[in-house]
Nanobody, 121 residues
Framework: QVQVVESGGGLVQAGGSLRLSCAVS????????MGWYRQAPGKQRELVATLTSGGSTNYADSVKGRFTISRDNAKNTVYLQMNSLKPDDTAVYYC???????????????WGRGTQVTVSS
């Protein structure tokens, strides 16, 4: 069974930095694209950054130049380095991974349970 677990969230002052990690484990044949999404109170979940297995990245306009997504394929882990944090970045951050299971050989979209990021002013 595939599991997706985020870590690294916390409380930080404006202008500070955090690094989020997302580890995927289980009977995995292949992981395709991975990404980070976030949901602030009263708002819908939105895309933050995505990274394909080939290294192509995509960022939300609001985080370009401040956030960097990276991936360690050998460890089945994706990271989100967040610099110059703003209070508007406060949200629950969710990891998403497209995973092909070793048994079914079918692609499924998996989500972590989220990690809280709070940026104070």
């Amino acid at each position: 069974q595939v599991q997706v677990v985020e870590s690294g969230g916390g409380l930080v002052q404006a202008g500070g930095s955090l690094r989020l990690s997302c580890a995927v484990s289980g009977t995995i044949f292949r992981i395709n694209a991975m990404g980070w999404y976030r949901q602030a109170p009263g708002k819908q979940r939105e895309l933050v950054a995505t990274l394909t297995s080939g290294g192509s990245t995509n960022y939300a306009d609001s985080v370009k130049g401040r956030f960097t997504i990276s991936r360690d394929n050998a460890k089945n882990t994706v990271y989100l380095q967040m610099n110059s944090l703003k209070p508007d970045d406060t949200a629950v951050y969710y990891c998403n991974a497209g995973v092909v299971g070793s048994t079914s050989l079918r692609l499924y979209d998996y989500w972590g349970r989220g990690t809280q990021v709070t940026v104070s002013s």
